[in-house]
């Protein structure tokens, strides 16, 4: 038994739908600890796409128990929506729990989000503008409303009675916004909660009931380790810690019963919203990147920028989540390419600079060093082996697997389920696949 954490890498998007519908396989349960409909995990099966925010990317497995955590925000109006989507596809979602103590995305919350973000003009955050930072600030401030209260209608009414006058007055007074109307308000959501009833529960006994049963929990991550709101590259985050430690905090598990913590990253970078993002590409190659790996926002469709690998970010991400391996996604993307950079280390203010530096102002300053290495020209999404691997897509991964000094267990070259290769099974194979832990030569050689 293994109970394992599935969180990105980078900036989000790196395709950890994909990845934890792969691993949901051999998971009995599939938890969704943090984040709210900000999210988009895709996730292709036989040609169908599913297009997940809220519900665990394990939906698709019939007998896989999937619970929507304590520390997410949950909209319920995209969540109906979402269950819809799924029912008119066939899928159960009979297995579906969710968290009476998430927090409810109201409808201020988004009308805040969009206004706020107005405001700030060029200071905007490029958020998705699903009222998720409101939703938050409201959990800290506790002033928020969870999934208990929609389920009492009497509490529910007095709670929205006194929130929406008090948001009325900021969205009136300081953005010059129509009022909302109370009663409205608590008839929507009193709607929604009767629809949603069947699915609450107390989701942290459930999942402690998982694991006294031994049984397989895979935690799944939403945005990335850049995102996060401690430890990103703040204040262009999200409102949540999307990273592994975050996991357990919105589980509500300890982190004894972590087993594996599998990070996600593309094969290159890419970011959505504002923000530095040190190795973005302007030009062709950029282009190329985004039109070759489809890079539009799953939420919002807003276009990702696209940029090389950043090793420094690589190996930010293996510290602050304790990584034991990496899920390299979107290798495809690359086929095309005669020369791929890799960003080794920082330039700052005349000094290398090889560690993703904390101070936001600084990372705003950091100008990339790179290694240029051979691209292979040919496609690689029939590839299922690493020796089907054209062998400077192999030299590729090996570097990057030294350059973070992190073991590459999988290497995913096409959205379906099939077009992966799964060097090391990640969650009860050895911790270290691709580089073992002294460095000492690769487990798998080129032909050279
Ligand atoms: P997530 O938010 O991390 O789950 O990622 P998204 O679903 O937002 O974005 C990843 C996109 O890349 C989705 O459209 C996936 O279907 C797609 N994808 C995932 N893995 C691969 C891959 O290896 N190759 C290609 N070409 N596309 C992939
Ligand atoms: P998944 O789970 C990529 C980004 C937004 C914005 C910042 C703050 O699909 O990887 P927010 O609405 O959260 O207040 O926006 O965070 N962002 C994401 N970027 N993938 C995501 O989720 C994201 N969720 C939020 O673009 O820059
Ligand atoms: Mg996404």
Same mark, same amino acid.
């Given at each position: 038994?293994?109970?394992?954490?599935?969180?990105?890498?980078?900036?989000?998007?790196?395709?950890?739908g994909?990845?934890?519908?792969?691993?949901?396989?051999?998971?009995?349960?599939?938890?969704r600890?943090?984040?709210?409909?900000?999210?988009? $995990?895709?996730?292709?099966?036989?040609?169908?796409?599913?297009?997940?925010?809220?519900i665990?990317? @394990?939906?698709?497995?019939?007998?896989?128990?999937?619970?929507? +955590?304590?520390?997410?925000?949950?909209? !319920?109006?995209?969540?109906?929506?979402?269950?819809?989507?799924?029912?008119?596809?066939?899928?159960?979602?009979?297995?579906?729990?969710i968290?009476?103590?998430? $927090?409810? &995305?109201?409808?201020?919350h988004?009308?805040?989000d969009?206004?706020?973000?107005?405001?700030r003009?060029?200071?905007?955050?490029?958020?998705?503008?699903?009222?998720?930072?409101?939703?938050?600030?409201?959990?800290?401030?506790?002033?928020?409303?969870?999934i208990?209260?929609?389920?009492?209608?009497? /509490?529910?009414?007095?709670?929205?009675?006194? &929130?929406?006058?008090?948001?009325?007055?900021?969205? /009136?007074?300081?953005?010059?916004?129509?009022?909302?109307?109370?009663?409205?308000?608590?008839?929507?959501?009193?709607?929604?909660?009767?629809?949603?009833?069947?699915?609450?529960?107390?989701?942290?006994?459930?999942?402690?009931?998982?694991?006294? /049963?031994?049984?397989?929990?895979?935690?799944?991550?939403?945005? #990335?380790?850049?995102?996060?709101?401690?430890?990103g590259?703040?204040?262009?985050?999200?409102?949540?810690?999307?990273?592994?430690?975050?996991?357990?905090?919105?589980?509500?598990?300890g982190?004894?019963?972590?087993?594996?913590?599998? @990070?996600?990253?593309k094969?290159?970078?890419?970011?959505? +919203? /504002? +923000?530095?993002?040190?190795?973005?590409? $302007?030009?062709?190659? #950029?282009?190329?990147?985004?039109?070759? @790996?489809?890079?539009?926002?799953?939420?919002?469709?807003? !276009?990702r920028?696209?940029?090389?690998f950043?090793?420094?970010?690589?190996?930010?991400?293996?510290?602050?989540?304790?990584?034991?391996?990496?899920?390299?996604?979107?290798?495809?993307?690359?086929?095309?390419?005669?020369?791929?950079?890799?960003?080794?280390?920082?330039?700052?203010?005349?000094?290398?600079?090889?560690?993703?530096?904390?101070?936001?102002?600084?990372?705003?300053?950091?100008?990339?060093?790179?290694?240029?290495?051979?691209?292979?020209?040919?496609? &690689?999404?029939?590839?299922?082996?690493?020796?089907?691997? !054209?062998?400077?897509?192999?030299?590729?991964?090996?570097?990057?697997?030294?350059?973070?000094a992190?073991?590459?267990?999988?290497?995913?070259?096409?959205?379906?389920?099939?077009q992966?290769?799964?060097?090391?099974?990640?969650?009860?194979?050895?911790?270290?696949?691709?580089?073992?832990?002294?460095?000492?030569?690769?487990?798998?050689?080129?032909?050279?």
């Amino acid at each position: 038994m293994a109970n394992v954490i599935v969180i990105g890498a980078q900036w989000g998007d790196e395709g950890k739908g994909k990845i934890t519908d792969l691993l949901s396989r051999s998971a009995d349960v599939v938890v969704r600890p943090q984040g709210g409909v900000n999210a988009g $995990h895709t996730i292709v099966v036989q040609g169908q796409t599913f297009k997940l925010h809220l519900i665990p990317s @394990g939906i698709l497995y019939p007998d896989t128990e999937c619970i929507i +955590g304590s520390g997410t925000v949950i909209d !319920p109006k995209v969540l109906l929506e979402e269950l819809a989507q799924l029912h008119a596809l066939k899928v159960s979602t009979q297995n579906l729990f969710i968290s009476q103590t998430a $927090h409810v &995305t109201m409808p201020y919350h988004r009308l805040l989000d969009k206004a706020s973000e107005e405001r700030r003009g060029k200071q905007k955050i490029g958020t998705t503008g699903r009222g998720i930072g409101p939703t938050y600030a409201d959990k800290s401030e506790r002033t928020g409303i969870r999934i208990v209260d929609l389920m009492n209608p009497d /509490e529910l009414k007095e709670k929205l009675e006194w &929130t929406i006058k008090y948001k009325n007055v900021i969205l /009136e007074k300081l953005y010059n916004l129509a009022p909302l109307d109370p009663q409205s308000v608590i008839d929507e959501y009193l709607d929604y909660a009767e629809q949603l009833r069947p699915y609450v529960v107390d989701s942290s006994l459930k999942i402690y009931e998982a694991i006294i /049963e031994r049984k397989n929990i895979l935690f799944e991550g939403a945005q #990335g380790t850049l995102l996060d709101l401690d430890h990103g590259t703040y204040p262009y985050v999200t409102s949540s810690n999307p990273i592994a430690g975050g996991a357990c905090v919105g589980a509500g598990v300890g982190p004894t019963v972590i087993d594996r913590v599998i @990070g996600v990253a593309k094969a290159y970078t890419t970011r959505v +919203g /504002e +923000g530095p993002f040190p190795t973005e590409l $302007h030009g062709e190659i #950029g282009a190329l990147l985004g039109s070759r @790996g489809a890079e539009f926002g799953t939420t919002t469709g807003r !276009p990702r920028r696209c940029g090389w690998f950043d090793g420094v970010i690589g190996r930010y991400a293996v510290r602050i989540n304790g990584l034991d391996c990496l899920a390299i996604t979107k290798l495809d993307v690359l086929d095309e390419l005669a020369e791929i950079k890799v960003c080794v280390a920082y330039e700052l203010d005349g000094q290398i600079c090889n560690h993703f530096p904390s101070n936001a102002s600084q990372f705003a300053r950091c100008n990339p060093i790179y290694e240029t290495l051979p691209g292979w020209q040919q496609s &690689t999404e029939n590839c299922r082996t690493l020796e089907d691997l !054209p062998k400077e897509a192999l030299n590729y991964l090996k570097f990057l697997a030294e350059l973070m000094a992190v073991s590459i267990a999988i290497v995913s070259l096409g959205a379906s389920r099939d077009q992966t290769i799964i060097v090391e099974d990640p969650i009860h194979g050895p911790k270290r696949a691709l580089l073992d832990v002294n460095g000492d030569p690769l487990s798998v050689t080129t032909d050279e």
